[in-house]
């Protein structure tokens, strides 16, 4: 059993103004995927300009905090911000759903693909590859906070987090998070875009990989507690949302893989 130390959640004071390691992870997972995304650009035959890919990460941006945000609020918690709304600006204090952010992300691509004059599923296939070290770095914002710890456990890497008002020995499954979303979902992707596949066919191996994923880690994750289980006394939320991912990725990667190759890398 590991007993955490409490991490404080601001990285640096200057007077007034608090940087928190929370929007430092989401700052590095936007700064990776403008990197990653401009090594894909300057390929040979990319089609893609570093401007474009400039300007692609700035509008997934502005949909990963508003469609996240959102996404938390109406999922899993309205009743409570619907009684108290200034808490929806509270970013700091964390509360953002991923499935929610996915969903901001797909509307921002799908407007800056039509300003481009680029196809909504060339811009998502382009895009993917580029979420999973995101979305690592925010499972280690999590971790910081003491935040979405899992469930009791006597493993050996067991962790007791300082806000758990219970103590318990638990998973750390923000840190299982980390590795499958950051690390494995972004290596899988990585590799499978780096050649010439069917035309959507990224994004629906996206898809797939973080709904499967993010389904079995549910299992070792605290169920939310205003929440707790929703569906047949086991399914959380996350996994009910997860449900439908996967889902629509096999359909996605069935259609795509009748249709043309893409010889264009995502």
């Known amino acids: 059993m590991i007993v955490l130390p409490q991490i404080d959640p601001v990285a640096l004071a ?60 109406l999922f899993y918690d309205l009743s409570a911000y619907i009684a108290e709304p200034i808490r929806m600006l509270r970013l700091w204090e964390g509360g953002m759903s991923f499935h929610g952010g996915m969903l901001g992300v797909i509307i921002a691509v799908s407007l800056y693909a039509r300003s481009i004059g680029k196809s909504f599923i060339e811009v998502l296939d382009f895009t993917a590859p580029l979420v999973p070290f995101g979305l690592g770095a925010g499972r280690l914002g999590n971790f910081i906070n003491g935040e979405l710890w899992g469930r009791q456990a006597d493993v050996p890497w067991a962790m007791v987090f300082p806000q758990d008002a219970l103590q318990l020995a638990r998973h750390p499954s923000q840190l299982y998070q980390l590795v499958l979303e950051g690390v494995v ?24 990989g973080y709904g499967a994923q993010r389904f079995i880690v549910e299992f070792f994750r605290e169920p939310d507690a205003q929440l707790q289980f929703v569906m047949f006394d086991w399914m959380t939320r996350g996994q009910q949302l ?14 795509a893989y009748r249709q043309p190759v893409n010889k264009r890398s995502a």
Do not use: C, E, H
């Open 242 to 255: 997860s449900i439908p991912m996967v889902v629509v990725g096999i359909a996605i990667m069935l259609w």
């Open 185 to 208: 979902l972004f290596a899988l992707l990585w590799w499978y875009s780096s050649k010439p596949r069917p035309r959507f066919a990224v994004g629906g191996l996206f898809m797939i």
């Open 14 to 73: 200057l007077g007034p103004l608090k940087i928190r390691w929370y929007a430092l992870t989401y700052l590095a997972g936007f700064a990776m995927a403008w990197w990653l995304g401009m090594r894909r650009a300057d390929r040979p035959g990319s089609g893609w300009t570093r401007q474009q890919v400039g300007d692609l990460i700035t509008n997934g941006m502005l949909g990963v905090i508003l469609g996240g945000r959102l996404g938390y609020i």
